[in-house]
């Protein structure tokens, strides 16, 4: 799955990287959780910048789903799970990110990882969007897809973020015949992961140390 990841990276590098012509200002985000508000990409011919609710509220719920936010879509089902297929169909969105988090379980204990390129680059990850409107209040949300694990995250976790090519964007964003054929793993070498501090678990602690490395972090099996 992917439940905690960042935004580092400046307003006018994200302009840059995915084609936009008025990104609003972006400050730097160490640690965003569900049911906070992202930045995602939607549209073509002009892109552009939103903002959404991290959880996705299908249109036609009276409220939000009770229990734990729909953060996540799994890629085998995402086009035909009535919480995401009419997103998928026609509402796929890129959102925008600089690394993730994953914890890997050691015996009793969970250790954080940060995930990111091996460049520090921007991600683009697969995301898929809706539109809610009660009582003539709109309410929108986004949700990330996840696929199997590639080789940097498997000793982490079975799952991982789909992470769209920038030479793809067009194809996830305006072509549903073929978007489906990009849910699939990045590359293992595009990616590497180190362990972090584990205050980056408590939601409210969005500093910049929670990508820092944990010098006294376990990670071997006890």
Known sequence: ??????LRTSSAEVARQFGLFDVPD?????????????????????????LLRWGLVPSWAASPPAGAPLINARAETAATKPSFRSAFKS?????????????????NARQP????????????????????TQAGESLESCAIITTAA????????????????????????????????LLRPCPAEDLEAYPVRR???????????????????????R
Request: glycine letters at 8%; hydrophobic letters at 35%.
């Open 1 to 6: 799955m992917c439940g905690r990841y960042t």
């Open 26 to 50: 972006l400050p730097p985000r160490y640690n965003i959780a569900p049911t906070q508000t992202v930045a995602v990409v939607r549209g073509n011919a002009p892109r552009e910048l939103a």
């Open 91 to 107: 509402r796929r969105c890129l959102i925008v990110a600089d690394g993730f988090y994953e914890w890997r379980k050691l015996g």
């Open 113 to 132: 990882y940060y995930i990111h390129r091996r460049d520090d680059g921007l991600l683009a990850l697969a995301g898929l969007w809706e539109c809610r």
């Open 150 to 181: 590639n080789a940097t995250m498997q000793p982490l976790h079975d799952r991982m973020p789909v992470i769209i090519a920038r030479d793809n964007f067009d194809t996830w964003l305006t072509d549903a015949a073929h978007a489906g054929d």
């Open 199 to 221: 205050q980056v678990g408590n939601p409210r602690y969005d500093r910049p140390d929670c990508i820092e490395p944990d010098p006294g972090a376990t990670t071997t099996e």
